[in-house]
């Protein structure tokens, strides 16, 4: 059974930094994207970043310049390091993959990380 396990969140001051982690497990032949969305009380899950298999990277417009994703293929892992932190940040951060097992591909989500920015 494959698994999105998140790590890194937390509680940060304005302009601080923090860096996310999610490890991929389980039964996975290959993994096409990964990616961080975001959701604050009351508003909609949004993008945050995603980056493919061939580390092309992509970024919601409210993160470009602060935010970066990298992914690490051989763990299947996938990294959010974010600086400069306001407090229109403060959200659960959800890693999201989608994971080929056999001939299928499925999305896949994480429980949610919270990430709070505090002024």
């Known amino acids: 059974q494959v698994q999105l396990v998140e790590s890194g969140g937390g509680l940060v001051q304005t302009g601080g930094s923090l860096r996310l982690s999610c490890a991929a497990t389980g039964t996975i032949d290959s993994i096409v994207a990964m990616g961080w969305y975001r959701q604050a009380p009351g508003n909609q899950r949004e993008l945050v970043a995603h980056?493919?298999?061939?580390?092309?990277?992509k970024y919601g417009d409210s993160v470009q310049g602060r935010f970066s994703i990298s992914r690490d293929n051989a763990k299947n892992m996938v990294f959010l390091q974010m600086n400069s932190l306001k407090s229109e940040d403060t959200a659960v951060y959800y890693c999201?993959?989608?994971?080929?097992?056999?001939?299928?591909?499925?999305?896949?989500w994480g429980q949610g990380t919270q990430v709070t920015v505090s002024s």
């Open positions: 999201n993959a989608d994971i080929v097992v056999g001939v299928w591909a499925k999305e896949h």
């Open positions: 980056i493919t298999s061939g580390q092309r990277p």
